[in-house]
């Protein structure tokens, strides 16, 4: 079937970024000369001129060449499954950074809509209903979301009714009910925005920035089904503390200098782990939680990484696993968006660089459900193609910057990391430039 064999090609292409990601951080990053002499397509010039900072977020972006040959030695084994892939990505980018040198002439207009319906004010004075009927099992909010300012500035403002430890993942987060009965949950940062963290990809905990430049760049790539994040500040003293559950209120401290603490119940909650206010207020990420009418549930994803360095995982050894994986439900379902959806999922991935996603998330029970983006702190279908292509030369950076400055925490990302998002839509491209050419031409590669 047609279909089928497009989205065996967006598998392989998913394969390809998904083992970019397990590579990049499976060992220190070594000297850039080291780097650079393995690539085929040394990176532009201009990405390396920054200062330091910017070179080690460029190292830990996406040299996944050099971490394959670095596997063989470590294990003895070839990746066969994906080793072609990435040599052939490789010999694509050169050409690719000439051909999207430039920003594309409808960027702006882009742009401008995704901001209005953030700027706009007034439009819905029940934000929580609206967002409510926006969401469906394919799309969380829709392409012109007009009242999304309102609805992010009730998460960023509304008074906080009730708060509680949070449950599910094993990161510390609070429960928050906020005035009018919706729920959402607050992640506290942990890190300043140019702090890196070394070791392996999964290392480290949560970024609350992340969380909320997910949610922006979903919009941007026309992918809807991150859940609305606004940054925010609270005062532990005065808005959690007081309507705090007896289980979170009991990991509450003070400091000497007076400064409030808390470091809530989870798998890494400890008081060693905690997280201060500056005296006044703490910094954080306000995400909507999902409506009752979309109960998530959560699936093995079947490109997940091994997590032990010397274990390849099926799609690494084997080059015919995603004929494998399509023999079965939901993956072989007639029609079924799920594994064009994991493609546009490995893409969004690839761009946050997020190595961590062993698992996805769906709605419960429905068979059409769109990959529900969570936790993002760390498809192709023609339509994303050309979002992407939309956002070249520069593009992605740009809009990033100006949907990013209107929220409350802004600068949410550093200047490194919105030139490293550019850097990775050219990966991208040179992948499925590469898928092109051995397939024959566009019409097999986009579904
Ligand atoms: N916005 C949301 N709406 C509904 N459910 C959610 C939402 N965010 C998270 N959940 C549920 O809570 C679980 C844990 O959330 P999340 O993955 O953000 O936590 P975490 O501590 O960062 O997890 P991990 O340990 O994997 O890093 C999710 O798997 C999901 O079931
Ligand atoms: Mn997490």
């Known amino acids: 079937m047609w279909w089928v064999q497009q989205a065996l090609v967006w598998l392989v292409l998913g394969a390809a970024f998904t083992a970019a990601l397990n590579f990049f951080l499976m060992s220190r990053g070594p000297p850039l000369a080291t780097i650079l002499s393995h690539l085929q397509s040394p990176p532009s010039s201009s990405s390396l001129e920054h200062h330091s900072l910017h070179q080690q977020v460029y190292l830990r972006g996406e040299v996944y060449a050099l971490r394959n040959s670095e596997y063989l030695n470590w294990n003895q084994k070839n990746r066969t499954g994906i080793t072609n892939a990435i040599h052939a990505l490789y010999d694509h ?12 002439p409808h960027l702006h207009s882009l742009i401008h809509t995704l901001r209005q319906d953030i700027t706009t004010r007034g439009v819905s004075s029940d934000p929580w209903d609206l967002a409510k009927k926006w969401a469906n099992p394919r799309s969380l909010v829709p392409g012109s979301a007009h009242g999304l300012g309102d609805v992010l500035g009730a998460l960023a403002t509304a008074p906080i009714i009730s708060s509680d430890v949070g449950h599910g993942g094993t990161q510390l987060k609070i429960f928050l009910l906020l005035k009018g009965g919706q729920r959402a949950v607050f992640k506290p940062i942990r890190y300043l925005r140019e702090e890196i963290i070394e070791g392996e990809i999964y290392d480290g905990a949560d970024r609350h920035n992340g969380e909320v430049a997910a949610f922006h760049l979903s919009r941007l790539l026309a992918l809807p089904t991150v859940p609305l994040a ?13 309507v705090a559950s007896k289980e979170l209120a009991t990991t509450f401290f003070k400091m000497e200098g007076g400064e409030v603490c808390f470091y809530g119940v989870c798998y890494y909650c400890n008081k060693n782990e905690s997280v201060c206010d ?12 999902l409506p009752p009418h979309l109960p998530l549930t959560q699936l093995h994803h079947p490109w997940a990484r091994t997590y032990i360095r010397t274990k390849l995982a099926p799609w690494e050894e084997q080059p015919g696993y995603c004929e494998e994986v399509r023999q079965h439900v939901p993956y072989s379902w007639d029609k079924s968006p799920r594994l064009l959806d994991l493609m546009d999922a490995a893409v969004f991935d690839y ?3 997020n190595g961590d996603r062993h698992h996805y998330s769906v709605i419960a029970g429905k068979l059409e459900s769109a990959v529900i983006l969570l936790d993002n702190g760390k498809r192709l279908r023609q339509t994303t193609y050309e979002r992407l292509l939309l956002l070249t030369g ?6 990033m910057q100006e949907l990013l400055n209107l929220d409350p925490l802004a600068p949410v990302l550093t200047r490194a990391h919105l030139l490293a998002l550019d850097r990775r839509l050219s990966h991208i491209l040179a992948a499925l430039s590469s898928c092109r050419e051995r397939l024959g031409g566009w019409h097999q590669v986009l579904f």
């Open 230 to 242: 606004v940054g925010r500040w609270v005062s532990l003293r005065k808005h959690i503390l007081p």
């Open 394 to 399: 520069g593009g992605l950076s740009l809009a």
């Open 351 to 353: 761009l946050i660089q």
């Open 93 to 104: 980018l050169p050409g690719v950074k000439v051909r999207h040198r430039t920003p594309s």
């Open 278 to 289: 500056n005296g006044a207020t703490l910094e954080g990420v306000v995400t909507m939680w």
